[in-house]
């Protein structure tokens, strides 16, 4: 499976390569007499963790460092990897362990800021018709989560604390949001997914069984950027992270307007963003420095990254865990005023 994934990675590299040999100097030349610079394109899955893209963008931190950003919403997470290997996103906006999984199949990224930590923000939700009272419980049941994505990250961390493994239930692959809805339809008996999924399903009637909560910092969210970003404009890459250090200063400072802003982004009511990054944790500069740490004295990101790297491996969709220190930059974070 992972050779599969990574030849068409590289096909889709390829592609990205002829088209940029095809149009690369008309934009060069473009720009060289004063043209539109192209948008940074920073690809997201609908997850409010995501608040401080969307608190930059409205409130022009981007545009105030000379730099312009357009988000775009791709869920899966295959999808997003291939996008970045294309050329067709610049970053990506995804949790740690799916970050370290697209560096083991050789996605060329730099993991350059850190936005959250889920405290409660993604759970297991099960029906209360089924019996399900403990995680044990959930042996021959059927399960719906995105197979690969943090979600799995969480089951199977959930499943091994309680002496059981994958084959011990019966997978159903979707995405969060469809697991949510297949859930709530009576499709399946259990699903992973994330606010505000699981306050409806609560105000439903139906059983949260664990959350984030019972796996401090297993879950953070990080941004992805294309090595070649990076390489060939850092000063680009720089004023994003300063944006986003900002943004969520704002955030920390504003939160009534904050909500305002991500319930317009996802289609929301201020009052449910309120009650959902209630369980999320938003990492401002201070605490992306702890993180991150040094090379002498790493941060837990290291700790984490290690355990997804050895979960993918697990599961055979890696074949070896990616070298951390190839792949995470702490240079921006500490740069930022």
């Known amino acids: 499976m992972k050779k599969k994934l990574v030849s068409m990675l590289l096909l ?10 095809c149009g690369g100097n008309k934009s060069a030349e473009k720009a060289s007499q004063g043209g539109e610079k192209k948008p940074i394109v920073i690809a997201y899955t609908p997850w409010t963790g995501y608040g401080a893209l969307f608190v930059a963008k409205e409130k022009g931190m981007f545009k105030n460092r000379g730099v312009e950003v357009e988000l775009q919403s791709i869920e899966g997470v295959g999808d997003r990897k291939q996008a970045l290997v294309a050329g067709k996103i610049q970053a990506m906006a995804a949790s740690l362990d799916v970050s370290v999984s697209a560096a083991g199949e ?12 889920s405290n409660g923000a993604d759970g297991l939700i099960v ?3 089924k019996g399900i009272e403990k995680i044990a419980d959930l042996k021959g049941k059927e399960i719906a989560f995105h197979r690969g ?28 949001s469809e697991a949510a809805s297949a859930f709530m339809a009576g499709k399946v008996d259990a699903a992973i997914t994330w606010e505000p999924h699981l306050g409806k399903a609560k105000a ?3 059983t949260v069984l664990a959350t984030t909560k019972d796996t401090p910092g297993l879950i953070a969210d990080i941004l992805a950027v294309r090595e070649d970003l990076v390489a060939n404009n850092p000063e680009t890459v720089q004023a994003i992270v300063a944006a986003l250090a900002e943004a969520t200063d704002y955030m920390n400072k504003n939160p009534e307007d904050t909500n305002k802003i991500l319930a317009a982004a996802f289609k929301m009511k201020p009052e449910e963003v309120a009650a959902d990054i209630q369980t999320v944790k938003f990492y401002d500069l201070k605490e992306n420095l702890e993180f991150y740490g040094t090379k002498e004295k790493p ?5 984490v990254g290690k355990r ?4 993918y491996v697990k599961l055979k969709l890696l074949s070896q865990a990616p070298d951390l220190n190839k792949y995470i930059d702490n240079t921006f974070i500490t740069k930022v005023k």
Do not use: C, R
């Open 299 to 303: 941060g837990a990101i290291y700790d």
């Open 12 to 21: 889709a590299a390829m592609l990205a390569m002829v088209v940029a040999g």
């Open 106 to 117: 050789g996605v060329p990224m730099k993991f350059v800021w850190a936005f959250d930590s």
């Open 308 to 311: 997804a790297g050895e979960f």
């Open 127 to 129: 029906k209360k018709s």
């Open 149 to 176: 994505s943090a979600s799995h990250f969480l089951l199977s961390t959930l499943l091994e604390q309680n002496g059981l493994t994958d084959n011990d239930v019966k997978a159903v692959d979707m995405k969060a």
């Open 204 to 206: 439903a009637g139906e």
